[in-house]
């Protein structure tokens, strides 16, 4: 089983429309997670953190954490063609330890 | 400086030879990773730095990959008798603070083993 699971997609998306992106991780202990998306040819950004169970809203992202369950997702609410790019899962597996795992990541793509 | 630099930004080289790839972190930031993405494929962790100390370096794929850091400051990733295989996108990021606080990436050094 891989430490962090994510469907590589791709997710094709009407403009306006809900997107929702799925994370799935191994470690009950870990601890902090993480949604970062990648243009084509450009470097991962930060789109949220999360570190409690529960929704996590800022602007049209909402994170979603489930420790019971072992997932966490993304929302992203009004879909615009911007939004069209990779969504990278990350993980602090284990606890005191500060590697940081990344999901395959999921394709998005927004539809006109 | 403002951001994570790397260098260079595109190396070339042929299979059998040795490489250096360097990073210098955001001012500041005590942790600094290294990952390796290849083309279309996710990041693969494998070393991350906190202070001058690599407390998890399980993700190097080979002995032939090392890396340090010195000054807790810039790093360098050496790849030693380069293969096909290691052409890749590979990517540092550092980070403020532990366990906590996203990283900032570079813009990557993009290698070509020919």
């Known amino acids: 089983q891989k430490e962090v699971e994510q469907n590589s997609g791709p997710l094709s998306v009407p403009e306006g429309a809900i997107a929702s992106l799925n994370c799935t991780y191994s470690d009950r202990v870990s601890q902090s997670f993480f949604w970062y998306r990648q243009y084509s040819g450009k470097s991962p950004e930060l789109i949220m953190s999360i570190y409690s169970n529960g929704d996590k809203e800022d602007g049209r992202f909402t994170a979603q954490l489930n420790k019971a369950s072992q997932y966490v997702s993304l929302l992203i609410r009004d879909s615009q063609p911007s939004d069209s790019a990779t969504y990278l899962c990350?993980?602090?597996?284990?606890?005191?330890?500060?590697?940081?795992?990344f999901g395959t990541g999921t394709r998005l793509t927004i539809i006109p | 400086g403002a951001g994570v630099s790397q260098s260079p930004s595109n190396k070339v080289t042929e299979k059998g030879k040795d490489v250096e790839l360097r990073c210098d972190p955001i001012s500041g930031h005590t942790a600094l990773y290294w990952y390796r993405q290849s083309l279309g494929q996710g990041l693969e962790f494998l070393i991350y730095?906190?202070?001058?100390?690599?407390?998890?370096k399980s993700g190097l794929p080979s002995d032939r990959f090392s890396a340090e850091r010195t000054g807790g400051s810039v790093s360098t990733l050496t790849i030693q008798r380069t293969q096909q295989e290691d052409s890749a996108v590979y990517l540092c990021?550092?980070?403020?603070?532990?366990?906590?606080?996203?990283?900032?990436f570079g813009e990557g050094s993009r290698l070509t083993v020919l």
């Open positions: 990021a550092s980070r403020q603070r532990q366990g906590y606080g996203e990283l900032f």
């Open positions: 990350a993980v602090n597996i284990n606890f005191g330890n500060e590697k940081l795992t």
């Open positions: 730095f906190q202070g001058n100390s690599a407390p998890d």
